[in-house]
Nanobody
Framework: QVQLVESGGGLVQAGGSLRLSCAAS????????MGWYRQAPGKQRDEVAT???????SYADSVKGRFTIVREVSKDTVYLQMDSLKPEDTAVYFC?????????WGKGTQVTVSS
C-alpha cells in the first residue's frame, strides 16, 4: 500500500511563499505520474501541477510562472514551490500519485493566503 504524506501548508500574506512536500512510501520512479491538486471551499478539486515519470511537467494556467513542481528522488519526495501567493490560492492541497492503474492521495495540507 502506498502512503503519501503532505506537509508545509500554513498561513501567509499575499505575495509570500510556501514550499509543500509530499513524501512517498516507495520509490517515486515507480509512479507513472505525481502531482498536486487543490480544493477551495465550495469548489471542486482542480489540478495544480503534475510531473510524469519521464520528467514532463504541467501547470494550471492560474499558477504558471508562480508555482514549480520539483522531485527529489533520493528522498522519495515531490515538492511544490509556491511563490507570489494570492488569496485565490487558498485551498487544501493534495498530493497524488499514479503508479499504474491506481490513484493514491494524501490527506491534504491547508494553505491560507491573506490579503
Amino acid at each position: 500500500q502506498v502512503q503519501l504524506v503532505e506537509s508545509g501548508g500554513g498561513l501567509v500574506q499575499a505575495g509570500g511563499s510556501l514550499r509543500l512536500s509530499c513524501a512517498a512510501s516507495r520509490n517515486i520512479f515507480s509512479f507513472d505520474r505525481m502531482g498536486w491538486y487543490r480544493q477551495a471551499p465550495g469548489k471542486q478539486r482542480d489540478e495544480v501541477a503534475t510531473i510524469t515519470q519521464l520528467g514532463k511537467v504541467s501547470y494550471a494556467d492560474s499558477v504558471k510562472g508562480r508555482f514549480t513542481i520539483v522531485r527529489e528522488v533520493s528522498k522519495d519526495t515531490v515538492y511544490l514551490q509556491m511563490d507570489s501567493l494570492k488569496p485565490e490560492d487558498t485551498a487544501v492541497y493534495f498530493c497524488n500519485a499514479h503508479p499504474g492503474g491506481i490513484d493514491y492521495w494524501g490527506k491534504g495540507t491547508q494553505v491560507t493566503v491573506s490579503s
